[in-house]
């Protein structure tokens, strides 16, 4: 597992035991920079290949390829494919991806030639964010193996290009570091992972950021502070419930974003059951909670200046002989009723609580984060999340996020006549919609009516949460899907000044946050 690079000298390549070279593809083959070295392991090093020895050794323009150049003496080269142009984030993020799958040894070096790329801090932190999400393995946690980038030019590269590597480097390093963190927690077994352990790793890990302060509310606080939705799904556990509340308060903040995950570290379906292959990938109902709490940790090591609120519940949804049944009634924080017709329709209710928290912060705009409904998946499949949004703003601004960081949203409408699928006789609504007809759509209802009318998004990601196979840089498994893209978001309201454009695309009508609390 890959868990650190630098940006290392033409020195160190004495001590790489794999060389990667990157080619890009045209008409007649697949060409390498005249930055690349003549020479490398002992071999001549052709400016380019033709399309027929490419063809038939597995390369191509497809970003990502490979073939391999064994030697007895010195390290093996690897030509890895960026597609047509050396200005792809994905392309680079895909190369990593490959070469620290493919790469023989523990010491890899790739060369990145940044007189053709236009943005290289960008393209160093996609390549490393590639290697060091490919070489995730939740089984093999202490292999230890290095991922370095050497900056070439002709006849070197300049000052600020290999700054730019270097920030690009780390940034990706980081990234990669706290999204292979939150695939851990999402992979690790539910036995091992209950509500309570899964509060205590956030609080530590979050207890080593600058300007980030913690609470995690027991199930006492969690009563008193009149959380009925998580207590109503927690009520079938022994395991009992816990709230992670986060703030990270930057010396100065531009503007003030809460966010939301759904942490249920074990979803049976409560009296609702489940079965018994609907269970098997139920750990991954957390993924929300551990999503927003590695952004948070991004941004805080980013040092970004923009306040964060992170609100996680956390809860299993079993059937003990307290659990909720279906008819019972749940008071949500904010006072609203929910007629629970449908236990394994969980999410919806701690989800509730966690927004009314959020509106009671007095943020900019909330975000929200859930492997929430199957209809999702059934409508994007394994590779696309679904975006709501109350703005076309925000939309727009997280569409844009999720195209920077690799990460496919699709946006799908609020449809308001829909509202009547989740109307209660009993209640202010029930926590279903009209069997088989857009449950993506009136999950997405039901958490509107805890935003109080703030810009808000919501990102159901029950599909691309969980990988059944690795591809490219996703690996099988929990994906933490959503992470990169909320930072990538982030960075974007950061870079804005208190008076920049965030206040007019969210249609804002509170100023932005100065600081205090």
Not at 199 to 223: F, H, M, N, P, Y
Not at 234 to 263: D, F, M, N, W
């Amino acid at each position: 597992m890959i868990k650190h690079a630098r940006v290392v000298t033409l020195d160190d390549l004495a001590d790489a035991t794999t060389v990667v070279v990157p080619v890009i593809f045209d008409n007649v083959g697949a060409l390498i920079a005249e930055a690349i070295p003549a020479q490398l392991a002992g071999r001549d090093v052709p400016r380019s290949l033709s399309r027929e020895w490419c063809s038939s050794r597995g390369l191509s323009a497809a970003a990502g390829s490979v073939v391999l150049w064994a030697s007895f003496e010195g390290p093996t080269l690897l030509f890895v494919s960026l597609g047509s142009s050396y200005n792809h984030s994905e392309n680079f993020r895909l190369a990593g991806a490959a070469a620290a799958q493919r790469a023989e040894g523990d010491d890899i070096v790739f060369l990145l030639p940044t007189d053709g790329i236009e943005l290289p801090d960008e393209a160093a932190q996609a390549l490393v964010e590639g290697a060091l999400l490919a070489s995730y393995d939740f089984k093999k946690p202490d292999d230890d193996r290095s991922f370095d980038v050497l900056a070439l030019g002709v006849p070197l590269p300049s000052v600020a290009d290999h700054d730019d590597v270097v920030a690009g480097v780390h940034r990706g390093v980081l990234v990669a570091d706290c999204v292979n963190w939150a695939k851990r927690l999402i992979d690790t077994p539910p036995n091992e992972l209950s509500p309570k352990e899964m509060a205590k790793r956030i609080a530590q890990r979050l207890g080593e950021e600058d300007s980030v302060q913690v609470e995690i509310w027991t199930e006492s606080k969690i009563r008193d502070e009149r959380l009925g939705g998580l207590l109503g799904v927690g009520a079938g556990s022994a395991e009992p419930t816990r709230l992670v509340y986060a703030i990270y308060q930057p010396p100065v903040a531009t503007a003030h974003v809460a966010l939301v995950g759904k942490g249920i570290t074990f979803d049976s379906g409560g009296l609702s059951i489940k079965p018994a292959a609907g269970m098997e990938s139920m750990k991954t109902d957390m993924s929300g909670a551990a999503i927003v709490m590695a952004a948070l940790s991004i941004v805080a090591r980013l040092q970004l200046p923009v306040r964060v609120t992170a609100i996680t519940p956390l809860s299993e949804n079993l059937s003990g002989d307290r659990a909720t049944r279906p008819g019972d009634v749940l008071t949500i924080r904010n006072g609203m009723t929910i007629e629970v017709l449908n236990t394994d329709a969980e999410g919806r209710l701690v989800l509730a609580d966690g927004l009314s928290l959020a509106v009671e912060a007095n943020p900019d705009a909330i975000i929200d984060v859930a492997t929430l409904t199957g209809a999702q998946a059934v409508a994007l499949g394994d590779e696309v999340g679904a975006l709501f949004s109350s703005t076309d703003e925000l939309a727009q601004l997280l569409l844009e996020a999720g195209d920077r960081s690799g990460e496919m949203l699709w946006r799908l409408p609020l449809v308001t006549n829909y509202e009547k699928h989740i109307d209660s006789d009993i209640a202010d609504m029930k926590n279903t919609g009209k069997a088989a007809k857009a449950g993506a759509i009136s999950a997405a209802l039901l958490l509107q009516r805890f935003t109080d009318g703030r810009p808000w998004a919501h990102l159901d990601i029950a599909g691309p949460g969980r990988s059944d196979a690795t591809r490219g840089y996703v690996t099988k498994g929990g994906t933490a899907f959503g992470t990169r893209t909320l930072v990538e978001f982030l960075s974007h309201v950061a870079l804005s000044s208190a008076e920049s454009a965030f206040d007019a695309e969210l249609d804002a009508s509170t100023d932005l946050e100065s600081g205090d609390d």
